[in-house]
């Protein structure tokens, strides 16, 4: 027993997050060629990557689907997990956070917070992810490790502790100090590692950046300030155990730096690695129900099975599960149950990750990360534990999808292979949704946006050899009531001859912030409307909020208060009070003031100053709200608000405005309202 657990300490589960081309891949890389895991250094530009596998990686240069990778350094086990950067595939970032015990952040050096990191950072603030830092790019023209520190504090409001000082600037960069055992650490250009004394101009300044890392600590952690208060200074020992506390609680974020491109920093980002960040003892236990009990499992081999399916990919040897082991242990041949489904299935064969290559192992324990074959139900989200001790985890959340388009083969025989192409697709991507027109009778895929679904009907393309045509991208319409109704009387009775229905229902109903969704509450008194009819009411309610009155879109940010009813002795029901509570909804949002909500991104645009004229205006073009400008060496950084249907196609207008030297990237926002003309076009 005691073994196992000690196998359990030196494991970490990490994951790579950051902004699109930030440099996650090349960290990653490095990282596997520093432990010795591959032989040679895979470049994203040469399309020799080991975790960006895909065709279309490759082809586009970015990351798309979380790689996971096993590595080993210092006696230590690493298990990781290269996620994407781009804001289409934030839902594969969701995934993967829900199974990690930790994070490694990458920032640019030059660009620091840029908007994906923002939005992957308070994906891993949800989930209460540890994360240390790691500036990269310290190589680029304008790196300023000092100005990306200032931009982690402003933006994301941890308590930035760096723990490191570059030795030289921009192309001159050539290694770091390690403030906390004060040490020298250069690199030559080959990649090797030397420690030597910290000499000259660079030793004053480390001394002095290792006496503002102890005030820092000691202001955070109490064991770190009694000692600081006591002897005036932290010994190394105190301010790696003080470090450690703080990463693990979410009170700070120890900062690293470098250049993973020309090798430079990946060493002690290792290291940090195994010092700072959890192992799956460092936890709490995972929670869980059994039926409406809470239930606790902790990190123990000896414990029943319980697991995550965090990823499902069809591979042409076989369906791959993914999953995170929390607690037990599984083999080869064993039965397990997917308590979401409550069926048993067997497990045919458990493999360690290699991104595309696999390693078949005879059973994993607590913490491990692996892919199993043989399962057929098991989704993303689904609770994998033993038949005898039942369990369900809380699943990763699911964002609703945001744009749709209408998909449709070639030729006509080949549409049973595109339903069966696009199944395949929604069940290793629970973003993607896939559904059946009832006006047009079209079959619509809908997703996090246009790259996700040009990447998806690719993906069809090229696996299953379909011709496929898709219409122009459509958004996801909302609707919102700007001014409510009270005291909205409704009677349902229905009497055909047998048992009858009745129930009657007054309803108020009111605007709420859009992003608070929808709530219920009763506010009847005497008993009038039996509790269990409330909650009738409140089914029926939800159902109504399905199709709104203007265009039939999906109703939010809306209030709904039962304030007084009546039953009859016979024929109330809860069915009776359920079909009252859609229809007086229903009839009352009719007497509303109504909006219609279209769904909204942060843009940010870097283009060159000659530019920005242009840019502005066609942002103004496309209903654009221009919320901030900054001027960084010779370009521009504009932000601004713009509804996501006039986002489609922009890459190639920015393209030609700015011959090629623009850039931009979208983060979904929420909704705002829609211009008026855009209701009948929607009906």
């Not at 490095?30 to 895991?37: D, H, P, Q, S």
């Not at 970015?62 to 781009?86: E, K, Y």
């Amino acid at each position: 027993m005691r073994t196992n657990l000690n196998a359990l300490s030196v494991i970490r589960n990490l994951g790579i997050l950051a902004h699109v081309d930030a440099g996650k891949t090349t960290v990653t890389e490095r990282i596997l060629y520093a432990t010795g895991t591959t032989h040679r250094r895979g470049e994203v530009h040469d399309g020799t990557t080991i975790t960006d596998f895909d065709p279309q990686e490759r082809d586009r240069g970015i990351t798309i689907f979380a790689a996971a990778v096993s590595c080993a350094w210092d006696g230590h086990r690493i298990n990781l997990i290269d996620t994407p950067g781009h804001v289409d595939f934030a839902d594969e970032v969701e995934r993967a956070l829900r199974v990690l015990d930790g994070a490694v952040a990458v920032f640019d050096a030059v660009a620091g917070v840029e908007p994906q990191s923002e939005s992957v950072w308070r994906q891993a603030d949800r989930y209460g992810v540890p994360r240390i830092a790691f500036v990269n790019k310290l190589d680029r023209a304008g790196a300023d490790l000092d100005t990306a520190v200032a931009s982690i504090r402003e933006r994301l409001h941890p308590a930035p502790l760096v723990v490191q000082l570059p030795i030289g600037t921009e192309d001159g960069f050539r290694g770091v100090v390690d403030l906390v055992r004060m040490r020298a650490l250069t690199w030559t250009d080959g990649g090797e590692m030397a420690v030597g004394e910290v000499r000259g101009e660079v030793r004053e300044e480390a001394l002095r950046r290792r006496r503002s890392l102890e005030e820092a600590v000691a202001q955070l952690h109490p064991g770190a300030l009694e000692e600081f208060c006591m002897e005036s200074v932290l010994s190394d020992q105190t301010l790696v155990a003080a470090l450690r506390d703080l990463t693990r609680t979410g009170e700070a974020v120890v900062v690293l730096c470098g250049s993973a491109y020309r090798n430079r920093g990946v060493e002690p980002l290792l290291d940090a690695v195994v010092a700072y960040l959890p192992s799956p003892l460092d936890v709490p236990p995972v929670r869980g129900t059994l039926g409406d009990t809470p239930q606790e499992r902790p990190a123990d081999p000896a414990a029943p099975f319980a697991a995550l399916v965090f990823k499902v990919n069809a591979t042409p040897t076989g369906r791959l599960t993914y999953l995170r082991v929390y607690s037990g242990t599984i083999g080869k041949g064993d039965t397990v149950m997917d308590a979401g489904a409550r069926r048993t299935e067997r497990v045919g064969r458990i493999l360690r990750v290699q991104a595309d290559r696999h390693a078949q192992v005879d059973r994993a324990l607590a913490g491990d990360i692996v892919a199993v074959v043989g399962l057929k139900s098991a989704r993303a989200g689904s609770t994998l534990c033993a038949p005898d001790a039942p369990l369900v985890l809380e699943p990763p959340s699911v964002a609703e999808p945001v744009v749709s388009v209408a998909v449709e083969t070639v030729r006509s025989t080949d549409t049973d292979r595109l339903a069966s192409a696009l199944a395949r697709l929604a069940e290793e991507d629970p973003s993607l949704v896939v559904r059946t027109d009832p006006e047009t009778g079209q079959t619509v895929l809908s997703g996090m946006g246009e790259l996700h679904l040009e990447v998806a009907l690719e993906k069809v393309r090229r696996d299953r050899a379909l011709d496929v045509n898709a219409g122009r991208p459509r958004v996801a319409h909302r609707e919102t009531v700007v001014r409510g109704v009270s005291g909205h009387v409704f009677r349902h009775v229905k009497q055909d001859g047998g048992a009858g229905q009745f129930a009657h229902v007054v309803l108020d109903v009111e605007p709420l912030d859009v992003d608070a969704g929808f709530e219920f509450r009763s506010a009847v008194v005497g008993g009038r409307v039996p509790q269990e009819y409330v909650r009738a009411v409140e089914a029926g309610c939800r159902d109504a909020l399905a199709e709104g009155p203007l265009a039939g879109h999906p109703v939010t940010g809306l209030r709904v208060t039962l304030t007084d009813g009546a039953t009859h002795v016979k024929d109330s029901s809860d069915t009776a009070f359920r079909t009252a509570g859609r229809l007086g909804l229903r009839e009352a949002l009719r007497s509303c003031a109504a909006v219609l909500l279209e769904p909204v991104a942060e843009v940010t645009v870097t283009v060159p100053d000659a530019a920005v004229g242009g840019v502005l205006g066609d942002l103004a073009s496309r209903r654009g709200r221009v919320t901030g400008s900054v001027s960084r060496g010779g370009s521009a950084v504009l932000t601004a608000t713009v509804p996501l249907a006039e986002l489609f196609g922009y890459a190639t207008r920015l393209r030609s405005r700015t011959q090629g030297r623009g850039t931009f990237t979208a983060r979904p926002t929420g909704y705002a309202p829609a211009p008026a003309t855009v209701t009948p076009a929607q009906r």
